[in-house]
């Protein structure tokens, strides 16, 4: 309760010495007749004759020029210029077609397949292969999972894919969150708990 009439306080005295500033800035400047001309003939800028004359306006015309130049070549690429010609095309990707986190309603999938909090762990990490194979970086190395969820040589493992609906498909089979486990099932139509992103 104190700390508010403190605080009330303050600002009423605040306000009154913005008043006394006010008013005797008034008093002292009532009488002078401040000009920036040179003579009362400057003819150029005639609008701003009371205020500024043509040197004056030189100087504040190159302070904003000057001010805008370097405030160009500080954006740096920020600022776009004309489109350019396209480049030679660059090399073929590696064996990814993508690779990361496994999502679905803010968890992550790991490598027992079952859904937790994101945890930067190793077990976390998923790759889609351009050939199909879906394997995750904690297993065996040449290990791939197959259509029942179990792991098996690359070489013996089918092709996976990842449609534009965001399903994790074999098949006719979709990878499925059900109760924080990944299982497979139809993918007939669209549930969140069928919808998986790739980050």
Known sequence: MKNKSKMKLIVILFIILIFI????NIITNKNTNETFCDTETDTVNNEYQEVLNN???SQISNMINTQTANIIR?????IPGPRGLQGPQGNTGGI???????????K??????????????????????????????????DMCLDD??????????????????GQI????????????????SNCDGTSSNKSWIIN
């Open 169 to 184: 498909k074999i098949g006719d089979k979709c990878l499925i969150n059900d109760s924080n486990t990944a299982i497979l």
């Open 74 to 78: 500080s954006a740096g690429n920020l």
């Open 108 to 141: 992550v999938l790991n490598n027992a397949l079952k859904m937790e909090d994101k945890n930067n762990s190793v077990n976390q990490i998923w790759y889609l292969r351009t050939d199909g194979k879906l394997y995750n970086k904690y297993f065996t190395k």
């Open 148 to 165: 029942k969820l179990k792991t098996v040589p690359c070489s013996d493992a089918p092709k996976w894919t990842w449609d534009n609906l």
């Open 21 to 24: 500033y006010l008013l005797l």
């Open 96 to 106: 990814y077609q993508s690779s990361g986190y496994i999502l679905n309603n803010g």
């Open 55 to 57: 040197s004056q306006l």
